[in-house]
């Protein structure tokens, strides 16, 4: 009952916050207008989410409480303060930075309305019927971009076949001009059926810093209260109606079509999307054959699928995708819905010429699937598991055969130091590696040694929050990729204690002087980064872009300026927590330097 | 309805207890604390459990009770550092992680290394350094799961005698053991012990037990037999009268502390170590006073 008094008075503020129009997107209704319809029928519950069961990526480390996804779950501990606190839940990244332009081209056929970046799936102890969804911003409002109720229950003994996913609201990613904490009640659509699964997709591309959430509550009601004339905007868009009703027609005239060169209708139908294009080909035999076409599946993306794809799907898509090229599958296949033997026997048929392999959160797959992969697509060249977080370690060892391999994401993977070893061996051409948070990997000075020796042609390399890197392994690593344009150290917590010495680290100096090339540099939360450094990333970096040196005691605001000046090319500088630059030193220097984006955190 | 199955389960819990003479029911600690800050007026305008540069939590969660003092190496001011960042920090992470459950009741070792894990995984750089005791009763075994790093500690009393104590970890006079985050490059010349080098104990508690959980300030200003003479005003287990004998017993430490003639303990141990000292150790005193009752819902 407390609760929900809270809540209501939670709904109550942000009502008059709305009212004073410091929110003015009309999608955001106040909870208040759904509540009279129903609270006369049925008393209404409110739930904290019980507990986290999947997401896409979260800024702290494996098995800590800071900063980590499993901030959601439970009561508000930050709301109604604002700022970056440790017990929120937070995503690895926010705005434009991370995007790899030159590794990761995005897909055609996206459709426009797919916004989502990454997930977060809570569960409820009691299924309702949702009426009501808050989510409490505790920092930088307004990523998400979808929220969705699912009719699966996971706490139940016996799970249905069918499950269904629904979306109950939908926007755009928005730009919130304050970072303050709010209480983002959209109004829902009613779904048909009870609930306590719910997923977030959040987008932060727009926003200025990380996005942070610190609960979620569902409101709802136990039993169906009126016949609800459920608005589904998502029809099951499954691919896999093959017609055969046209077949009797065959010699019908298709009229101007006919007049049309078969490249241009190709051209025409390669704006459409997946589902779109599936239903065409279902309206005659002429456009069957051109919605048919191979060369209209070199690349394809399920990802904004994901909840409508299955084997079947697959079966059917499999004799479309002869020259299948690049093939994004993330985030698809959950709970049953893509069976690892079904995967593979898609990727036996239509793997062979696959450049690109997408499978982040993927938790359908297994050993054999890897190992099918590792024998099928023998000329891929970019596989990304990111987040593949189920995935057993020994299967990570097949990948050592894709010897073309030239990038590769093993972000929050159980891969372990074996597997890792002999991937660096064999793929030579790896250009893009991502190892962040690989928590089974040991001694990552072993690997950053093999990486110097075999990967010389190294481009980037993220090594977020990998805890056994030291400064040996760090010097080592520079000695040997020297065409680095890409180093994420962030949180790398052995590279700032030890072997220190008095006046700052010298192995960062050694490996700015030997990375010219470097674009961007993630030295988040090495506490030793110290203004010497900075002198010599800014002597010898002029290629800078980004820099992130956030939590360091050490650097004043003079080295910081020297920096700004000798690096023209700099657009993010993170100088958050560095106890020596104050608000104003930042103010100052961003109207110095106005290209320059300085981002300076706080926590009260 | 509700209320009538709770009832039930009190009168059939209260029934089996009665019958089988092996203790069946829970125990719970029922904990008041109270402290002064070295500095007045700083003590005043901290928020929450937090006497000048102590800190302290009271915590609990379904299977256990947990409490925890903590203590601020003051010798980082020197260095612009408020040692208070330090000792509350660690202890809202304790308390927050008692909450959430991450924790086994009989490994308060778990919390304190779990702890100061998350203090080096905040974006905040954290400095400084604190001593730090943490005390779990595990309601079903009646066994309370101690573990102390440094001179803050707790006594166990039992019909008017301590029958358990904790033992002092000191590298050297008035030097204790602490978890400390030192500056980078003076991670040699820092003192910093690991959560593992805490003194661990285990022991069985009765209904009535008393557990005083204090900071340095209260050990060095106030002998045993004083306590005891404190304690002995302790005469049931609900809140206020604890809360009462816990704020007697800091503020009878707090008035000795001050007082120039007054042959401490900590004055005593000094002479011991060849120092002529004499009087009390102004120091900031946190008292958490607890009783052992039975756990109702």
Known sequence: MLTLLGVCSFVFVHWRRCRSGSLNDAAFHCGSTALPIVTKMEAELDQYAKEVLDFSSHYGSEGSMSYTMWNAAGAPSVFPSSGDFTHTAVFRTYGHWWEDEHAKQSFSRTPRSFHSRDFLEVAFEEQVFPTAITVLETYHPGAIAQILACSFNPYAENHPTDIRWEVLWAGEPTKVASPQARLFCPAIRQVSFATNLLRLEVNSSLLDYYTELDAIVLRGVRNHVSSITTPLIIANTTPNKDSDVLSKDVNMSNGYFDKLPYELIQLIVSHLAVPDLCRLAQSCKLLQRHCYDPLQYIQLSLQPYWFSLNDLSLVHLQSRCAVLQRLNMSWTGNRGAVTASGFCSFIKACGATLVCLELSCCHFLNEVCLEVIAQTCVSLQELDLASCDRLEPQAFNHIAKLARLRRLVLYRTKIEQTAILSILTFCTELRHLNLGSCVMIEDYDVVVSVLSARCRSLVSLDLWRCRSLSERGLAELVSGCGVLEELDLGWSSALHSGSALHGGSASFRHAARRLSRLRRLYLTANRNICDADLEHIATHCPALEHLDILGTRLVSPAALRRLLQSCPRLRLLDVSFCSQIDMRTVQELSTLFPNVSIKKSFTQ | ?297
């Open chain 2, 1 to 297: 309805m509700l209320s009538v199955l709770s009832y039930g389960r009190i009168v059939a819990r209260a029934v089996l207890g009665g019958l089988s003479q092996t203790d069946g029911r829970d125990y719970k600690l029922v904990t008041a604390s109270c402290g002064f800050g070295k500095d007045f007026r700083k003590g005043i305008l901290k928020k929450g459990m937090c006497y000048g540069d102590d800190a302290c939590f009271i915590a609990r969660h379904r299977s256990a009770d947990v409490l925890g003092v903590a203590d601020g190496v003051g010798g980082w001011r020197d260095y612009g550092v408020d040692p208070s960042q330090f000792s509350e920090t660690l202890m809202r992470t304790c308390e927050r992680l008692v909450k959430e459950g991450r924790f086994t009741p009989s490994s308060p070792v778990g919390i304190l290394t779990s702890a100061y894990y998350e203090l080096l995984q905040n974006k905040v750089p954290l400095l400084g350094s604190s001593t730090a005791c943490i005390v779990v009763l595990d309601r079903r075994s009646h066994q309370i799961h101690a573990c102390n790093l440094g001179d803050s500690g707790f006594l166990v009393v039992r019909g008017g005698e301590v029958i358990h104590r904790s033992d002092e970890q000191q590298h050297y006079f008035n030097t204790p053991f602490q978890l400390s985050i030192a500056p980078p490059g003076a991670e040699g010349s820092v003192l910093s012990d690991s959560p593992e080098m805490a003194d661990k104990s285990s022991f069985d508690v009765q209904l009535g037990d008393i557990i005083l959980t204090a900071t340095d300030g209260l050990f060095d200003n106030m002998p045993d037999y004083m306590i005891l003479q404190e304690l002995k005003k302790l005469k049931n287990t609900n809140y206020d009268s604890v809360q009462q004998t816990a704020r007697s017993i800091a503020e009878q430490a707090h008035e000795l502390a001050y007082d120039p003639n007054y042959m401490s303990p900590f004055a005593q141990f000094a002479c011991d170590n060849g120092l002529n000292v004499r009087g009390g150790k102004p120091d900031d005193i946190t008292v958490l006073l607890s009783i052992v009752a039975e756990y109702t819902d």
